[in-house]
């Protein structure tokens, strides 16, 4: 069926960001995200009514996506996510209509400026690179793909930290994912040596080298390539609950 038409009718929160960008993708065990293509919907149907059946698990993960789009584009938007946060867990329908514009606005901003992921549309992978690793070894189940990126957040924030390349930004980093009831530290017992090696085959990776997307203030971010693998192990051991 390649190049087939197609329409997105996004079911789910989380879906606000799969449905816009074109990308279409299969999970595969050694690593998620590098077997798929770049193909454009003649259509996103949103209608968040469907939304109301959703488990409150899915609602969070979701929203962690969302508070993405605000962590790396508009600080104004993790703002207003931390003041509407009752009236939007609630699902009402008017800010969630404005959230998921806002947050697919920012998502059609990035892409329309680089639709083949040669550079800026690399930014939405914040929390990415960790979150696949979590996904990946904990065979995709355990861990919901909003669940990982909001610990991988957590960990592009320390890591941010320790290089210096921001300053007091995973304390507010982990609040806002807190209070949309997101996990921010790691419950799996996963191996370090394992996560690295899954990391280091991640698809922005060039030659096994270690790449992330870290915040260098709220609503910046920018990719580091060739992050030494000593911090990422701290950040690891820190995200497993070990300070
Ligand atoms: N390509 C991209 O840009 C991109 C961006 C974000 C996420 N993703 C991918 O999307 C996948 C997860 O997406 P997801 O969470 O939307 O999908 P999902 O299909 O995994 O849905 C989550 C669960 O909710 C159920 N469900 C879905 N809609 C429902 C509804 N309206 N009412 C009740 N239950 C409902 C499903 O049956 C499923 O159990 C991940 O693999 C992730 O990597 C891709
Ligand atoms: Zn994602």
Redesign the pocket.
């Known amino acids: 069926m390649r190049g087939v038409d197609f329409i997105q009718v996004p079911?789910?929160l989380?879906?606000h960001?799969?449905s816009v960008?074109g990308?279409v993708?299969v999970?595969h065990p050694l690593a998620?995200?590098t077997i798929g293509a770049f193909h454009q919907p003649k259509l996103v149907a949103y209608d968040t009514a469907?939304?109301h059946?959703?488990?409150d698990r899915?609602i969070a993960?979701g929203f962690a996506?969302v508070i993405k789009h605000g962590l790396i584009w508009d600080e104004t938007f993790v703002s207003w996510l931390e003041a509407n946060e009752e009236a939007l867990q609630q699902l009402d329908h008017d800010l969630l209509q404005e959230t998921l514009l806002r947050a697919c606005s920012i998502k059609v901003s990035v892409v329309s400026e680089d639709e083949k992921e040669a550079g800026l549309r690399a930014i939405l992978n914040l929390g990415h690179t960790f979150a696949h690793a979590f996904e990946s070894l904990s065979g995709y189940k355990k861990i919901?793909?909003g669940e990982a990126v909001a610990i991988g957040m957590v960990g592009a924030a320390l890591l941010a930290e320790k290089m210096h390349i921001a300053e007091n930004i995973s304390a507010r980093t982990r609040n806002i994912l807190r209070t949309y009831r997101l996990p921010t530290s790691l419950e799996e017992d996963l191996s370090a040596d394992e996560m690295i090696e899954v990391m280091r085959r991640d698809k922005k990776g060039e030659g096994g080298k270690l790449v992330f997307v870290l915040p260098t203030e709220m609503g910046k971010v920018k990719i580091v390539k060739d992050v030494d693998e000593k911090l990422v192990r701290e950040v690891l051991h820190e995200l497993k609950g070990g300070e």
Do not use: F, R, V
């Open positions: 079911t789910t989380l879906a960001d799969s960008g990308k993708a999970n998620k995200n469907l939304l059946t959703l488990p899915e993960a996506e919901n793909h």
